[in-house]
């Protein structure tokens, strides 16, 4: 594809943000936020306005390819982000401050893409974040603070993924 055929897939007034496809190639998941009451709404816009956007809850959504079909996978009160499909296309991984009532930490959870059997996979006093799978499905990639040598750092950890 030489980029001329684009199209406008979401069109809500709020934030759409980090797309990965399937692999299939069917389905797209992304992370959204929408502002839905008056005072939400006012709020972003004036933000937006700055070229700003405030750290909210983001919650992962799903869609087809050509934009139908979208459907809000996750419902709590969360900063999800950084979905990626497992290799069978039928849940995904994401990460999420959901379990830390700071809203510090972050975890890595995987949900099925109806958003049923939410699964928390990793359990960390710190970052768990970014994860993906090898393009076969054997491995499993993220990022996180774990064995940082001063604070801050970040690192990569792979490992073989089982089923």
Not at 28 to 42: D, H, L, Q
Request: charged share 25%; aromatic share 14%; proline share 6%.
């Amino acid at each position: 594809s030489d980029g001329s055929d684009k199209r406008m897939l979401t069109n809500k007034l709020g934030y759409d943000g980090g797309p990965f496809f399937s692999h299939d190639g069917n389905k797209i998941v992304w992370r959204a936020y929408y502002p839905e009451t008056e005072k939400e709404i006012s709020d972003y816009t004036s933000l937006i306005n700055e070229s700003m956007i405030r750290p909210m809850n983001l919650q992962i959504r799903v869609m087809n390819t050509d934009g139908t079909g979208k459907i809000q996978v996750t419902n709590n009160e969360g900063a999800n982000f950084a979905p990626f499909f497992f290799p069978n296309d039928e849940r995904i991984v994401f990460c999420s401050n959901l379990s830390d009532p700071d809203g510090r930490n972050f975890d890595l959870w995987a949900v099925n893409i109806d958003g049923t059997n939410l699964e928390k996979i990793t359990d960390y006093d710190g970052f768990d974040g970014f994860p993906m799978f090898s393009p076969n499905g054997k491995y499993f990639v993220f990022a996180s603070n774990r064995n940082q040598s001063k604070p801050g750092d970040t690192n990569i950890f792979l490992a073989e993924w089982k089923n």
